[in-house]
């Protein structure tokens, strides 16, 4: 065999009649009737992934609607009209790169052509692949042929971006999705044409070809094609990994596995020896996140067709998905979704995924839904036993406005009505200013998808303390005005609805100016008679002085 004469493998394996197109049977069948119908239209638009079947389905609709032996509705393949076809010499079915034939001047030429009948087929068919990559002045001139074309022509567009073919293109010609095709509809066809072909490959082989094909069947037979030439007769899943430069599930187990324990050492060791042994790693990221998502499938207990993995490591996957919660779970999955927009642009990418690793390690156990609902459940606890929340030790001095102790006191003009319980003494317990500035960005981005000029205003503000339930906003000197204009009620409403959403608990907000030293949370702060009077100080400063009441415990 010369060099030339091989065919590639997608070639070879081209579907030649309908019912050998895999995965699209809504179009195989609508298209097969209307050759037997004899409702076949004069343009068709394919859309759909690459490798799902456009091109493929458009040479054997130039067959049908051609062939001098249909029978019902499939070409024949033996007349000469259908082996000029599959040959690519058939002198009346014509095939254009919308890429490379993308201009006016190229249509024009169409245009003249299409008024000459077919030199032997019965109808001229132009199969038009990449479409949108025409220019509009091609579009224009295109108009008026697809719209009311010689009866002896056929148009069939294809394309990957529908959403870049005009309106009035899309409306003169009938329409076709092409979808992704199944996993296991990719298999079975690999597997059938392996063993016409009398190849053997592992089943494990075979999963990781359509795993890695994601939905094209075009790329599922070039990698098979790959496989076999680097394999030869018998393909095992060691040689489609080093060919596509795949990971082995067994590294993903290992890598959840260090996760579980805390081992950001073997983690990190782990990426290392990927990125030494030559793998993307933006492909290792991506088989990361396909074995979180099997876990969590596996966590919900959905069907075991869903998760793709050899039935050997099935087990082990089912041991590790029970060592995770379902919310760790979901925290990784994003986690690792962010880092994935991050990678590409990423000057140093091991680095990146180096410190996600690590962060995904220091992150379990944190403060997820179950923490939570436990700290709630407590809290709950604590008050029907009358304990009120974050009462301190004896001895103990608090500095509070006199409104939250007596809210009844004739007067008080400020003092705040009562939210439930919420606005007491659970906030002081539950939640401390740091928390509120570590995640300060958070509420500032929910402030933003909510009113966007509240969060410009709120971008120079930075929380000072927090005091009982009531939260301060200190502006340094030159933002005077940003202070007044988030001071405005409308703003401190869309700041306090985003904090409430964020901590799930009622905070007041209070804007002010920096008096230009170093605020701190007041309340307990100060372990010296000279730091406590300044703090009673600055708390008359705030909330006025007849409002203030030292407490003594």
Known sequence: MSQMSYIALY????????????????????????????????????????????????????????????????????????????NNSAYDIIEIDGASNRGIDEIRDLKEKVKFAPAEARYKVYIIDEVHMLTPEAFNALLKTLEEPPDHVIFILATTEPHKVPLTILSRCQRFDFRRIASHAIMEHLGQICQENHFQVEREALLLITRSAEGGMRDALSL?????????????????????????????????????????????????????????LGQFLWSLLEHFRNLLLVKNGDSTDLVTVSSELFPSMEQQAANFSGEELFQMIETLTQLERELKWAVNPKLLLELTGIKLCRGLGGTSLESLHSRIKN???????????????????????????????????????????????????????????????????????????????????????????????????GYGFHCEKSQQPDNIQVLESALRKIFNQELVVVCQMNSGSKLTDPVGSSSSEEGFAGDVERAKRIFGEKKVEIIKG
């Open 224 to 280: 098979l094609d790959q496989a076999i030439t680097f394999g030869g007769d018998h393909i095992t899943l060691d040689h489609v990994i080093m060919v596509i430069g795949a990971v082995k599930d067994q590294v993903m187990l290992d890598f959840g596995d260090s996760i579980l324990a805390k081992d950001s050492g073997g983690v990190v060791k782990i990426i290392n020896e990927m990125s030494e042994a030559g793998k993307d």
């Open 379 to 477: 809290l709950e606890k604590q008050l029907a036993e009358g304990i009120t929340a974050g009462a301190g030790t004896a001895g103990a001095q608090k500095i509070l406005p006199q409104s939250y102790v007596n809210p009844g006191v004739a007067g008080a003009k400020d003092s705040l009505p009562d939210q439930g319980g919420l606005r007491d003494g659970i906030g002081a317990a539950n939640l401390t200013i740091g928390e509120i500035q570590t995640r300060w960005k958070d509420v500032l981005a929910l402030v933003k998808k909510a009113k966007m000029s509240t969060q410009a205003f709120l971008v120079e503000g930075k929380p000072a303390y927090l005091t009982g339930n009531k939260l301060m906003i200190n502006f340094d000197e």
């Open 11 to 86: 070639r070879a394996c081209r579907p030649r009649q309908f019912r050998e197109v895999v995965g699209q049977p809504h179009i195989s069948q609508t298209l097969r009737n209307a050759v037997i119908q004899g409702r076949v239209a004069h343009a068709y638009l394919f859309c759909g992934p690459r490798g799902t079947g456009k091109t493929s389905t458009a040479k054997v609709l130039a067959k049908a609607v051609n062939c001098l032996n249909c029978d019902n509705g499939e070409p024949c393949n033996e007349c000469n009209l259908c082996q000029g076809v599959n």
